[in-house]
C-alpha cells in the first residue's frame, strides 16, 4: 500500500479521521474530503505536521454533490497523484467507477479499491433509525452489487463494505440524538444505549485494516463490541 493515494470522506472527524491516520501510518497518502471546512482543515494540518506536507491534503466538499465531489478528486490527484483507494458512500462508489477505471484504452484511473461505511442497522433490526437503516441497507446492496465479478472485470475497482455496531467516543450519536430523532425515540435510544457495549474507534479501524488486507471484493465485514469481525451476507460469486 505504501505510496498509494487515499481519499477519505468523511475524514475531518470521528472514524474517518482516525481512518486518515491508520492509511497513514501504513505510508499511503491522503486527501481527507469533508464538508465541515474549518475542522478538516485543521485535521489535515495536524496531519501534515506529523506525516509530511506532501503526504496530506484537504478538499472542502460536499460529497452528495457530484460536480463537488468530482472537482475535490480532481484537485486531489493534482496534489498527491492518482487516486488508489476511497473511503467513499454511494456518489463515491459511482464516481470511482468513472475515475479510476483500469480497463479498456481510454481509462483514467489505475483501479483500485473503494471501502464504504454502511451500519449494522443494514444488518440487523435497530428500530431508532429508519431512514438511516434503509440508506445503509442501499450503501450494503450498492456494495455488493458493485463488487461483483462482472464490475471488475470491466473496472478494475474493488467496492468493499464496513458494518460497524455502536461506536463510542464519535460526535454522531450526539449529533442524531439532538437533530434527527423525536424526544421519544432519543429517550428510548438513550435507555437502551446503557445496554448496548459499543465500540472504541481503535476497534473499527482495525476491523476497516482486516477488511483492506484481505480485499474479498463484494465482502461486507461486521464489527460488534466483544466479537472478532465477521463477514456477513451470503457467499460473494468467484
Ligand atoms: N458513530 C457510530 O456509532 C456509527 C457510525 N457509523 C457510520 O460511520 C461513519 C462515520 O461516523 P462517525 O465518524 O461516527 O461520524 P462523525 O459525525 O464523527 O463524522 C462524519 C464526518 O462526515 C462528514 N460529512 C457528513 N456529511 C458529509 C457530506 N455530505 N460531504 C462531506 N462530508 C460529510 C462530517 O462533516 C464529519 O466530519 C458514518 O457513515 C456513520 O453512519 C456506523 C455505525 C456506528
Ligand atoms: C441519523 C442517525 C440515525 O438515524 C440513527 C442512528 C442510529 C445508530 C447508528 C448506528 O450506525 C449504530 C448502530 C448501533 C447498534 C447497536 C447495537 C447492535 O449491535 C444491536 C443489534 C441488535 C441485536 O444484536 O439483535
Known amino acids: 500500500m505504501e505510496h498509494k493515494v487515499a481519499l477519505v470522506t468523511g475524514g ?3 472514524l474517518g479521521r482516525a481512518i486518515a491516520e491508520r492509511l497513514l ?18 485535521a489535515a494540518q495536524e496531519l501534515a505536521t506529523k506525516y509530511g506536507e506532501e503526504r ?5 466538499c460536499d460529497t452528495s454533490v457530484e460536480q463537488q465531489f468530482s472537482d ?15 473511503g467513499g458512500y454511494i456518489t463515491g462508489s459511482l464516481l470511482a467507477f468513472e475515475r479510476m477505471r483500469s480497463v479498456g ?18 444488518i440487523k433490526t435497530l428500530p431508532f433509525g429508519p431512514i438511516y437503516s434503509a440508506t445503509k441497507s442501499g450503501v450494503v446492496g ?36 439532538e437533530k434527527a430523532f423525536s424526544p421519544a425515540v432519543a429517550k428510548a435510544l438513550q435507555a437502551a444505549g446503557g445496554k448496548i457495549k459499543p465500540l472504541t ?13 484481505e480485499e474479498v471484493n463484494g465482502s461486507v465485514l461486521v464489527v460488534e463490541a466483544g466479537k472478532e469481525p465477521y463477514y456477513s451476507l451470503p457467499e460473494i460469486p468467484s
Open 142 to 177: 450498492l456494495s455488493r452489487a458493485l463488487g461483483h465479478p462482472l464490475h471488475h472485470s470491466l473496472t478494475g475497482v474493488k467496492v468493499l463494505c464496513l458494518c460497524p455496531s455502536l461506536i463510542s467516543g464519535t460526535p454522531f450519536l450526539q449529533c442524531a440524538m
Open 12 to 14: 475531518a472527524r470521528g
Open 56 to 60: 496530506v491534503a484537504f478538499e472542502c
Open 72 to 86: 475535490a478528486w480532481t484537485r486531489c490527484e493534482e496534489q498527491l497523484g492518482k487516486l488508489d483507494l476511497l
Open 105 to 122: 484504452d481510454d481509462a483514467p484511473g489505475v483501479g483500485g479499491t473503494v471501502i464504504n461505511v454502511a451500519s449494522i442497522a443494514a
Open 25 to 42: 501510518d501504513n505510508g499511503l497518502k491522503v486527501c481527507i474530503a469533508d464538508i465541515m471546512e474549518e475542522t478538516g482543515r485543521a
Open 201 to 213: 474507534v481503535p476497534e473499527v479501524v482495525e476491523a476497516f485494516s482486516k477488511l483492506l488486507e
